[in-house]
Nanobody, 127 residues
Framework: LPKLVESGGGSAQAGGWKRLSCEAS????????VGWFRQAPGKEREAVAA????????YYSDSVKGRFIIARDNEKDAVYLHMNDLKPEDTAMYYC????????????????????WGQGTQVTVST
């Protein structure tokens, strides 16, 4: 079965950085979207960043724009989220998601569309 596995979470101090990785097994990221969502306790899951592989187009939420970078490793079928200048409000469970059409409008941020999800990796940012 297709599977996504996240890694790289953990604790960081405000202003620090983390790099999350998402690797696929039995699945190729190929032509559709791959991205990251996050969910903090008591809050809804929200989109963080996505990359539309066909056009190498990236999308970011306003809260992370300029601090986070999503990137892909074509050879490994892996996607990374480089998180810089971390803030306490970045504390959340981060989920990798894949396989949804995201090239138009706000589709990249819709949590109801991805067909494949990872189990999540926790990121905790302290002051």
């Amino acid at each position: 079965l297709p599977k996504l596995v996240e890694s790289g979470g953990g604790s960081a101090q405000a202003g620090g950085w983390k790099r999350l990785s998402c690797e696929a097994s039995s699945y190729s990221f190929s032509m559709k979207c791959v991205g990251w969502f996050r969910q903090a306790p008591g809050k809804e899951r929200e989109a963080v960043a996505a990359i539309y592989l066909s056009w190498a187009t990236t999308y970011y939420s306003d809260s992370v724009k300029g601090r986070f970078i999503i990137a892909r490793d074509n050879e490994k079928d892996a996607v990374y989220l480089h998180m810089n200048d971390l803030k306490p409000e970045d504390t959340a469970m981060y989920y990798c998601a894949a396989d949804w059409p995201c090239a138009h409008g706000s589709a990249w941020s819709r949590r109801d569309l991805p067909k494949l999800w990872g189990q999540g990796t926790q990121v905790t940012v302290s002051t």
